[in-house]
């Protein structure tokens, strides 16, 4: 092969091409496959020269006959033999609703806010905020955003009055959370307030070389101090670590020596009143799946050397094999 299909998002009633080009003895008939079954052709799906599946307007449903959702691969044969591709999986693009809204709040001047949005998209969302109706100024370094549809706002002032909302976008659409009110009340309070953690970190699994942004936001007065410390007694570091906002703990290029117990620690200044949160974060390496394709290579290479010797001799075998 020279080209094969690959895994592809679609969008609704839009264009899809899939890649099929052979190099080979002509005449070569390129035929396609949906979930192990031959696919019928019509005008809308089509086989152009190369070899490349066109279905002109991508269906999520059409009258009686299975969606264009599923599992393609493609056959070239000449009078040599046959050659199947790998399976490409073709996902439609889709952002239902949301199903986490903002929620609104009043905070005392000087104070933090948090709000939050989820929604579920194929492929995942690209999340942005709006403050009545325009954009956020997101260049305030008082303004933090976060994975998972979070936004921070620390020193709140009475600017920041206002209706928030969240933005979801991605190839199929554009969704808008419900309004979310920010009230700002007077100036910040003289008593004392012990430290309180407003949200702290989440357990966390991802894959090495992945970034983990762990959440820790406080308050209280006088304001808190936020501190990071691992469950184990180890040090976090310093390479690719990083503070997001006013205590979010960034760490860059993960490694599965960061795998722990993470503490963010809220203090009062000058004393040792503190609450604390933990969060786990997992990074999983890729020695399984490394593991599983050694494994599949030596059983391809074994049932190759099984009929291949009988057939080519031994050293032909191993030619083919690896090839």
Known sequence: FILEPSDVIAVRDQPLMLDCQVQGERPITITWRKNGMPLPFSPRVQVLEKGTLLIQRFQKRREGIDADMGEYDCAAQNRYGLLVSRKAKVHLASLPKFHTHPVSMSVNEGGVA???????????ATITWEKDKGPLNTSDSRYTLLPMGILQVTGVRKADTGIFRCVATNIANTRYSHDATLNVTGGAPRIYKE?????????????????????????????????????????????????????????????????????????????RMRRTALGRLVVQGETMKMLGIRILETKLLYQCHKVASKLLGIRTCISVCLM
């Open 114 to 124: 948090r709000f939050q949005c989820q929604i579920n998209g194929i492929p995942e």
């Open 195 to 271: 430290p309180v953690i407003l949200s702290g970190p989440q357990n966390l699994t991802i894959t090495v070389h992945q970034t983990a942004i762990l959440e820790c936001i406080a308050t209280g007065n006088p304001r808190p101090i936020v501190s990071w410390s691992r469950l184990d007694g180890r040090s976090i570091g310093v390479e690719g670590i990083q503070v997001v906002g006013t205590g979010n703990l960034m760490i860059s290029d993960v490694t599965l020596q960061h795998s722990g117990v993470y503490v963010c620690a809220a203090n009062r200044p000058g004393t």
